[in-house]
């Protein structure tokens, strides 16, 4: 049995006004650099804080790093809690709180009560082309409101905020926590400051500067980005989602885990594969199976876990091929904006969470993953950004090395929609011809058309 050791170091400038409701209460004095405390809420209340590593516990605050040794910080959920049946959760509203047990509040939340619940569509089409006896899609390409999975951990991000009376919110973002940022937080009645790398898709930019956000393009990769973010998260008091909220933030990717097994009949598929940035999806992913499995939900083993990156941002699964213990940081050059961290938070916990359950990663082509955007979109009708086009690029090259075997039964995660990312295909696709409102203009198309072979379908041809 491991020994919690309860612990209350000294908290940053953040994680102590928090504390207290006001900005600037650890030296005794207002701040006006800070910002004003948003008013107290009626929601949940977030739980107590647990290092992963050294088992240092905390009162709830907005802090992700142990101070003792630097660990993460995780949720700590009572074990003794009572949990819903099978029954009770399908009872339940149609969102990702309808799993509140396990998510890291104690309460009912305040905001983004419908968010959550996203498709999960058959596609034996797909199978075929990959090789496997069948093939899931988990859809969060329409997600709600913005159209990723990133509306899940903002969800629980902005409840946080919210509880600790955060009067700001904000992110560090290649785009889809941009988005999800902004709009939850326009939901929610708060400014939201967003900070992304200038060189960012124009539909991520205008989607986020839509929701009246204040947009700040820094010169510099998201690594660069992300540590700006966590100066500005003690210099001014605010709540940014995936820095010192991201103990809370990253409890809501879990719910991707939960739905894939109810969706499925409560039973677990033999693998899922799914984009990896950060990396903190593929150990959620893997958290939220175990979860649901140590409480009785579902039925069968465990799932294999594979992580997909770009050939042009490949650190974690670098350290996958290695088998090593050292994530080296990468300078991203690849078109897949949404999942290239040079630097991944958890880069090291998401490597061990492919190892460990007999699952791999795989590393494609700018080449490869825009052509896995069309063959998902021919044989499932559902556009994705170029972070689902890498997850059907790897499904491809997993199968193909023998990591996935034809009996198995695959869920693909499917993390943002295509319409953010039309600059990747645009050229791929060509261009469609303009004629006059005369049928004798359609006519010579369809002869054209009719004298020529028609040339395999992209998704017949991938395998």
Known sequence: MTTITTARPALSRVAS????????????????????????????????????RCGSRYDPAPIAICEECLGPLDPFYDRHRALPSRTTIEARPASLWRYREWLPFDG???HSLDTGCTPLVEAPALARAIGVARAWVKNDSVSHPTLSFKDRVVAAAINAASAFGLGTFGCASTGNLANAVAAHAARAGLPAWIFIPHDLELGKVVGTLVYGAHVVRVRGTYDDVNRLCAQ??????WGIANVNLRSYYGEGSKTVA?????????????????????????????????EFHLAGLVDGELPRLYGAQATGCQPIARLVESRGDRLIPEIPQTIAR??????????????????????????????????????????????????GGATVAAALALAKSGHLRPDDEVVLCITGNGLKTVEAVTAALGEAPIIAPRLREV?????????????????????
């Open 17 to 52: 006004a928090a504390l207290v409701g006001r900005p600037g209460a650890d030296t005794g004095r207002s701040d006006p650099g800070h910002s004003p405390a948003a008013p107290a809420a009626t929601g949940a209340d977030p739980l107590p804080l647990l290092c992963r």
């Open 108 to 110: 009912s939340p305040a």
């Open 232 to 237: 500005v998260a003690d210099r001014f008091g």
């Open 258 to 290: 939960f739905e894939i097994a109810e969706q499925l009949g409560w039973r677990l598929p033999a693998a899922v594969i799914a984009p990896m940035a950060g990396g903190s999806l593929v150990t959620k992913l893997r958290k939220g199976f175990a």
């Open 338 to 387: 949404s999942i290239a961290i040079g630097n991944p938070a958890d880069g090291l916990t998401a490597a061990a969470a492919l190892r460990e359950t007999g699952g791999w990663a795989a590393a494609v082509s700018d080449e490869a993953l825009v052509r896995g955007i069309r063959i998902l979109a021919e044989s499932t009708g559902i556009f994705t950004e170029t972070a």
């Open 443 to 463: 006519e010579p198309l369809v002869a054209a058309l009719a004298g020529q072979q028609d040339p395999e379908p992209l998704v017949a041809a991938s395998h």
